[in-house]
């Protein structure tokens, strides 16, 4: 068990501590920090002491020999008879991580019809592909995967398995890691290797306002998922390297607990989460009538409107139009904020758009901390001026 | 049928800021709350005991303060609450988390479905529920929109995929962890809360629960956090001077080459 | 008028013509003023000319006060600042300038993060002790538009569903400074100069003497909005609020901050017969202390309520009310601590089932999630109502929604009500009914389905205000009188008292050129 340790003789009780704990776990208690049991050891509060108070102390575990876990696996996602832009990602991000840790990158592929797909998934980097052909697969159903994901791990030892954080990676991984009663880490946005050759995992956490680094140091393999278009992915030429296929034995499935219905495919809706223009406008377009003039104007651009928050509490607009956490992630190509003071829960629904041009009367307004242009001043007066200025 | 949702307490806010004099974390939120996602999971609940008959169960993992927020679940129509609650619980990560809800579930007996929320707005893993499934060796499903039909031991429901929704049909005891928006959470009535003052709530320590101790708090987790930092953002803003005619000019001009750009691009 | 601040009218201001009356004026030019010294100017250069003046805030009233009648409109929400805060006995105070937002004012003060850059020595000193102060503070009144500026709150004398225990903007205003229409100013501290009897004399900037003679009538025991605020030994700060802009301009306000209880819930209760209600207010009056605000929305607001939600997303969060529900009051505890707050919701529920209630039927707002649903359902109401006449003005645009603002005294609650009633089913017309019923002050909303029921409304609506006005009820209650309501004040006080109003407006307005038009229509020229 590890513990926080706070040393009372050193502690001045300033308080540092406890504001930059992320998950509310200090207090102060006659004058000294305390800890309670919402602590998950990050060591926020270790950086934040200016007396060095406060430490923590990890249990020796005993390590384990885990030498015979080795290489990187990916699996390899496909919909609709197409491998997922994630899986390629992946592969290549692992052909990079492979490098540095100087071993293989395997490819797990279940499906049918896949063995025209081998090309590609060799040329984005895997040095094997384990497949298992059959059509049991096809309803994507995760009890299947299961067994075979678990067989393959028990049979070649993966030392780090990477999904795409997509829907379906979502649901297998986590039951993936109970299953192999090991860790865990969701949405990575870095994977790199440390000095001791261990994955390091970053992650945003609290909607984004927070990034965690995660390793799994004695539980194998290390298993992380990736959200698609997080990483990069390329072709490698390299005739030299080996490439290998190894066809995966049957597994026998018994009592199907889940059964696929149906399924069905749908199309996008148009929302603000594919819209190329979009203006945005938050508490600051200080009236609902106001809105008349920005619809105005986005119809000008051909643009769609999103709302922060506190517009749809009040009522001003529905949810669908709402920009944010809780809301729709956006990706623009241009984001006009108006009146928006920037909440980081909107920051983090915006971070996709290429260009921000944000108009606020406050100058301190956060929302100029990610935007491209800033403009102190009455986003209703300008706005009025720029429809001017574009009708013309 | 025994139905428990399980409930996590988070920040009113997960809004976080850095202080540029110490560098430290701020956090913004001042109050505890509920995961907004786990009152649709508690809707969800008692919307199928409104049908079926039986009992809704709040579970939690989670310091003592925790109690207020299964009163308030069961102020909205849980009939009870079960609180695992120990020193030795801290510090647990998703898969330590996900066994200790499971002994829980044990000490709880012939539970049909377990409902969680998609995931919660701290940790946004999304992962107790599979890890919870697989720790008591039943199915799961993510991502559940709506319950399309429930009996004592099946249920079919429609589940959310990147491209569209699937109807699957699952053999209980299982697992479920529903989306935001699948119903209306109901409000507590006068009753309700008068009710939920007195309910009965159980705390269970690691020994109550026959934890064993190498799979709870950070000793049972496999993950350890070794750090934590704001995200950077982006460079410095150009920042447009001068009068408003002038403000009005640079933002036109803006606009026109950005979308001038676009329409080449296309 | 040449003034670098004024701007000629044109299509970018014509939103400035109207107001939430839905009534559109007319102006030749539009300043948005930033602070006295400006004010001043353009009074001055106004007084000279004989320009007609209109004084705006967020246009957020009901009664077109801010709708113009010709000449300039001096638009005040510039002038947005908080300017300082005091410390006196254990009490604050804020002075803040008219054009402030009352959203901007709650957040600010209920959240203790004011805005100081302005603040002298003294007053940071003030917020110092205010953050230590480890009790809460806020501002009392709370008109369900959260968007008005408080110039405008003071003007019309705003109330809300909190006025039920906290009373009207009055009660909560301790300073003010105004701008007369020849540019002189007058600074007053509540206090200061008191009327003896219906005599007033007090002393502007320029040190001018002053002597009113105020009018005779005696204002109605209800909550009350109609006319100047008028009795014996009056102190003068009340003329001023609630004068609906007529005698001068508010450019800053001095108000107490109230301490906030610990505990706020919010209980909406459910009826399935209307009738009950009245009884279940009276008893709610009688045996409870810890109740803020009583509202009451009928079958058929809930009946609009329904179908909206599901036409607009907006309202579809909210939780669906039953059908069989016929009548909605929402109930608001301020309490010290919970255990009071628990004994306040089992007296409700007694009281409830007493009457032949389920309490079951209530929806309790603890968390600041749920009672922002109550607040959006509360909100959803007259929106949902707005929405449906905005859409029947597509068809013919001469008819607008006709709601009325008149509170009677307790024991003729039950009267009016039915007499409400009774006429709006003889003559089969659609309406909606809400409001302050703790305050035995409804609004009664006709909504016209073509022409002839606007017409038949518009008598109710005045044969109610005979009735009112008999019983000794107020006209207005709340909204003020503007423009739109000036023929029942005449109902209510007669043309001889309104005479001597247009002779106190005269004493500070002797050229009649401030906000024409509002509480009663002058005659250009006309001599009194």
């Known amino acids: 068990m590890a513990e926080l340790i706070?040393?009372?003789?050193?502690?001045?009780?300033?308080?540092?501590?406890?504001?930059?704990?992320?998950?509310?776990?200090?207090?102060?208690?006659?004058?000294?920090?305390?800890?309670?049991d919402d602590c998950v050891f990050c060591g926020s509060c270790i950086k934040s002491c200016p007396v060095e108070a406060i430490w923590i102390e990890r249990e020796i575990v005993e390590?384990?020999?885990?030498?015979n876990y080795k290489d990187i696996w990916?699996?390899?996602?496909?919909?609709?008879?197409?491998?997922?832009?994630?899986s390629y990602e992946l592969l290549t991000k692992g052909r990079e991580l492979a490098a540095e840790k100087k071993c293989d990158v395997n490819a797990l592929i279940l499906g049918n019809n896949i063995q025209k797909k081998f090309e590609n998934i060799f040329e984005f980097g895997a040095n094997k592909i384990y497949y298992f052909e059959g059509s049991e697969f096809n309803?994507?159903?995760?009890?299947?995967?299961?067994?075979?994901?678990?067989?393959?791990?028990?049979?070649?030892?993966?030392?780090?398995?990477?999904?795409?954080?997509?829907?379906?990676?979502?649901?297998?991984?986590?039951?993936?890691?109970?299953?192999?009663?090991?860790?865990?880490?969701?949405?990575?946005?870095?994977?790199?290797?440390?000095?001791?050759?261990?994955?390091?995992?970053?992650?945003?956490?609290?909607?984004?306002?927070?990034?965690?680094?995660?390793?799994?140091?004695?539980?194998?393999?290390?298993?992380?998922?990736?959200?698609?278009?997080?990483?990069?992915?390329?072709?490698?030429i390299d005739k030299n390297r080996r490439k290998e296929l190894i066809n995966i034995e049957a597994i026998k499935l018994q009592n199907k607990k889940t059964e696929l219905i149906e399924r069905i495919i749908e199309e996008k809706t148009k929302s603000i989460s594919d819209a190329e223009i979009i203006v945005s406008v938050g508490k600051g377009i200080g009236s609902q009538k106001n809105i008349e003039i920005v619809q105005k104007f986005a119809d000008l651009l051909g643009a769609e409107i999103g709302v922060s928050r506190p517009l749809v509490d009040i009522g001003w607009a529905g949810y669908e139009k709402q920009i944010g956490q809780t809301g729709s992630v956006i990706a623009p190509k241009l984001l006009i904020a108006l009146g928006i003071s920037g909440a980081i829960q909107h920051l983090a629904g915006i971070s996709g758009a290429q260009t921000i041009i944000a108009i606020n009367t406050d100058p301190e307004a956060s929302i100029f901390s990610v935007a491209d242009y800033k403009v102190v001043g009455d986003c209703i007066e300008i706005l009025k001026g720029v429809i001017n200025k574009l009708t013309v | 049928m025994k139905i428990v949702v399980c409930v996590k307490q988070v920040p009113s806010s997960n809004e976080v800021k850095l202080d540029p004099k110490t560098n430290t974390i701020i956090r913004e939120a001042d109050k505890s709350v509920i995961n907004p996602y786990d009152k649709f999971a508690i809707e969800e609940a008692l919307k199928i005991k409104d049908n079926l008959k039986g009992e809704v169960i709040a579970l939690s993992m989670g310091i003592p303060a925790t109690e207020k927020i299964l009163r308030d679940a069961m102020s909205r129509g849980c009939d009870r609450s079960v609180l695992l609650s120990d020193k030795k619980f801290a510090g647990a990560d998703t898969l330590a988390t996900a066994y200790t809800l499971s002994l829980g579930i044990k000490k709880i007996k012939n539970v049909s479905l377990i409902i969680c929320g998609k995931m919660a707005i701290d940790g946004d893993t999304a992962q107790i529920g599979p890890e919870l499934a697989e720790t008591l060796k039943i199915p799961h499903i993510t991502d559940v929109s709506e319950i399309i039909k429930i009996s004592e031991n099946e249920i079919t429901c429609r589940k959310i995929n990147d491209n569209g929704y699937s109807i699957i049909k699952m053999v209980l005891p299982a697992v479920i962890t529903v989306v935001k928006d699948i119903n209306l959470p109901r409000l507590p009535t006068i009753p309700g809360v008068l009710k939920s003052i007195h309910a009965s709530f159980e705390i269970i320590n690691a020994h109550n629960a026959t934890a064993n101790i190498n799979r709870i708090g950070s000793t049972g987790s496999p993950t350890q956090v070794i750090d934590t930092f704001i995200p950077e953002r982006k460079n410095v803003a150009i920042e447009i001077e001068g009068d408003i005619d002038k403000k009005i000019d640079f933002i036109g001009d803006i606009i026109k080459e950005i979308m001038y750009n676009g329409r080449i691009d296309n | 008028m040449q003034n670098r601040l004024i701007n000629k009218m044109n299509e970018n201001f014509a939103e400035y013509l109207r107001d939430e009356s839905r009534v559109c004026g007319n102006a030749d030019s539009i300043s948005f003023p930033k602070d006295e010294e400006s004010i001043i100017n353009i009074v001055k250069d106004a007084y000279n000319k004989n320009i007609l003046l209109t004084i705006q805030g967020a246009r957020t009233g009901l009664a077109a006060g801010a709708v113009p009648n010709g000449g300039h409109i001096i638009n005040l929400s510039k002038m947005d600042k908080i300017i300082s805060m005091k410390n006196v006995d254990e009490e604050y105070y804020l002075t803040v300038q008219p054009g402030l937002i009352l959203s901007n004012l709650i957040e600010e003060v209920e959240n203790k993060k004011i805005c100081i850059e302005n603040f002298s020595k003294e007053s940071k000193k003030a917020y110092v002790k205010f953050l230590a102060d480890k009790n809460k503070y806020f501002f009392a009144p709370d008109p369900t538009e959260k968007t008005a500026t408080l110039g405008g709150m003071v003007a019309c004398n705003a109330s809300g569903a909190k006025s039920y225990l906290y009373g009207s903007t009055r009660n909560h205003v301790t300073g003010l400074k105004i701008v007369f229409i020849d540019g002189d100013k007058l600074s007053i501290q509540r206090g200061v100069y008191k009327a003896r009897g219906r005599r007033l004399s007090f002393f502007t900037s320029e040190n001018k003497k002053i002597e009113l003679k105020l009018p005779k009538y005696e204002m109605p025991t209800t909550k009350n909005a109609s006319g100047y605020f008028i009795e014996d030994n009056m102190d003068l700060i009340d003329l001023f609020i609630g004068s609906d802009g007529t005698l001068g301009i508010i450019t800053e306000i001095e108000i107490k901050l109230k301490k906030r209880p610990n505990i706020i819930w919010g209980v909406n209760c459910f009826f399935e017969k209307e009738d009950i209600v009245i009884e279940f207010v009276q008893e709610v009056k009688k045996q409870m202390n810890c109740i803020a605000a009583i509202e009451f929305f009928d079958k058929n607001a809930l009946e609009i309520l329904r179908k909206q939600r599901e036409n607009s997303s907006g309202f579809s969060k909210l939780p669906s009310v039953r059908k069989e529900m016929e009548a909605s009051i929402y109930l608001e505890i301020h309490a010290d601590d919970e255990e009071k707050a628990i004994e306040a919701l089992k007296n409700i529920g007694e009281i409830m089932k007493e009457l032949g209630n389920s309490d079951e039927n209530t929806w309790v707002g603890r968390t600041d999630e749920d009672k922002n649903k109550l607040l959006l359902f509360r909100h959803a109401v007259p929106e949902s109502v707005n929405m449906l006449i905005d859409s029947r003005r597509k068809d013919n645009s001469k008819i607008t929604k006709l709601g009325t603002d008149m509170a009677v005294k307790s024991k003729d609650f039950r009267y009016i009500f039915n007499l409400y009633k009774k006429d709006l089913m003889k003559y089969n017309l659609e309406y909606a009914i809400w409001g302050h019923i703790g305050d035995n002050h409804l609004h009664v909303n006709i909504l016209p389905r073509d022409i002839n029921d606007f017409e038949i409304g518009k008598i109710l609506y005045k044969n109610w205000a005979d009735k009112v006005s008999e019983i000794g009820g107020a006209v207005s209650a709340e909204h003020g009188i503007g423009k739109i309501k000036t023929e029942f004040l005449k109902i209510m006080y007669g043309e001889e008292h309104i005479n001597e109003m247009v002779k106190l407006k005269k004493y500070f307005d002797s050229k009649e050129l401030l906000s024409i038009g509002n509480m009663f229509k002058i005659e250009k020229g006309s001599k009194y």
């Open chain 1, 6 to 36: 706070i040393d009372t003789k050193k502690c001045i009780g300033c308080g540092l501590c406890i504001k930059s704990c992320a998950y509310n776990a200090l207090s102060l208690a006659n004058k000294k920090a305390v800890v309670d």
């Open chain 1, 63 to 67: 390590i384990k020999d885990l030498t």
């Open chain 1, 74 to 86: 990916v699996l390899i996602e496909e919909d609709r008879d197409e491998i997922l832009p994630v």
């Open chain 1, 139 to 236: 309803e994507k159903l995760d009890e299947v995967f299961i067994e075979y994901l678990d067989y393959v791990c028990k049979v070649y030892n993966p030392e780090i398995f990477l999904f795409g954080a997509t829907g379906f990676g979502r649901s297998i991984a986590p039951k993936l890691a109970a299953r192999l009663n090991t860790g865990l880490t969701a949405d990575c946005t870095i994977l790199s290797i440390d000095d001791n050759g261990l994955l390091k995992q970053t992650r945003p956490a609290f909607g984004g306002n927070l990034m965690a680094t995660i390793i799994c140091p004695n539980h194998r393999p290390q298993m992380a998922t990736v959200r698609s278009g997080v990483m990069k992915a390329y072709k490698v």
